[in-house]
């Protein structure tokens, strides 16, 4: 059983019966899309037609804003680099977005660097704005201080801590923009059809530095942020390069705390989740990220 608020109150509800509520009673759930640490993912079939649902962790709520991101998606779709959202239920955060056909850039062995830089560009150059600034360094500290109310953390976070912390004035240098702030491969689908790129997954959207989402990109391999960065910038100078990996240890750093408290309120279990191992994944990234930032030196 899930649970879902109407109004201000907490009912349990399986999520076939939201389905069927928000879209019609021959609507059903064909499959559970795997990934995300933030949402369970389920690919629905009514009338002919997909959507997906999305049903977020017990951490997640937390973390997002949800008025911030109904809002989001209503201003993000007319630039026409994601799928369109049909339901929205802000106190549970539950919602249904069309499906957008194809592959997760995750699933696929190669990508079209220019075509993903081309909707970042899109995103990063509309005239709309957040009501919401990223605000990274405190969210960096309000994750640490979360993690250590479970475990002592390690000399290489502190080391990595350290060394964002000297560079924060930096990094933080940079015009802020309408930014995704979790341009991960995986939230990336690529649809054969018309041979485009689409993005998905809004909860993190605030405006920040663009080169912040390049960095996101590298969540899997420092080289996938590379040729990102190449491709969004043409001819990266030492500057862009250098805050792309300072940016990338910060997002390891970010998503090594996240997954740390995660395992330690035992959401890896619900999920099938080795969130000690995506905390090691974590900062072994940030340690490749390192090694190119020295030698740049």
């Known amino acids: 059983m899930l649970s879902i608020f109407i109004g201000d109150r907490l009912f349990p509800m399986e999520k076939e019966k939201i389905i069927s509520l928000y879209l019609g009673k021959t609507a059903k759930i064909e499959r559970q899309i795997l990934g995300g640490m933030m949402n369970g993912s389920f690919l629905v079939d009514y009338q002919n ?12 709520n937390e ?6 991101e109904k809002r989001h998606l209503d201003i993000v779709y007319p630039l026409g680099v994601t799928s369109k959202n049909i339901y929205f239920d802000i106190p549970s955060g539950i919602k249904i977005n ?14 079209d660097a220019n075509k993903v ?35 002592s953390l390690d000399d290489d976070f502190r080391s990595f801590k350290n060394l964002l912390l000297e560079n924060k004035d930096y990094l933080l ?25 689409y993005m998905i997954d809004f909860e993190f959207m605030a405006n920040n530095s663009p080169i912040y989402d390049i960095a996101c990109f590298a969540n899997g391999d420092v ?8 491709a969004y910038f043409d001819n990266p100078t030492i500057d862009e390069t250098k805050k792309f990996y300072l940016w990338r240890i910060f997002v390891s750093m970010q998503w090594y705390l996240v997954a740390i408290i995660k ?24 340690k490749d990220a390192k090694a190119g930032l020295d030698a740049l030196k």
């Not at 069309?98 to 990508?111: A, Q």
């Not at 080289?223 to 190449?230: E, H, P, Q, S, V």
């Open 117 to 151: 830089a081309n909707i970042l560009k899109v995103l990063h150059g509309s005239k709309v704005r957040s009501n919401l600034d990223y605000l990274p360094f405190e969210k960096l500290q309000g994750y640490e201080k979360e993690a250590l109310e479970f475990s």
């Open 263 to 286: 395992h330690y309120r035992k959401e890896g279990e619900a999920h099938h989740i080795d969130f000690l191992s995506v905390a090691n994944h974590f900062m072994n990234v940030a």
């Open 223 to 230: 080289k996938d942020g590379l040729a990102l960065l190449n």
């Open 173 to 197: 240098s940079d015009p802020l923009v309408l930014s995704h702030n979790d341009y991960q491969k995986s939230n990336i689908v690529f649809n054969p059809e018309d041979n485009q790129y």
């Open 98 to 111: 069309e499906f957008i056909e194809g592959e997760s850039l995750n699933n696929l062995d190669t990508f």
């Open 63 to 68: 973390m997002v804003d949800r008025k911030e």
């Open 49 to 60: 037609k997909k959507y997906i649902l999305y049903m977020p962790t017990a951490q997640a």
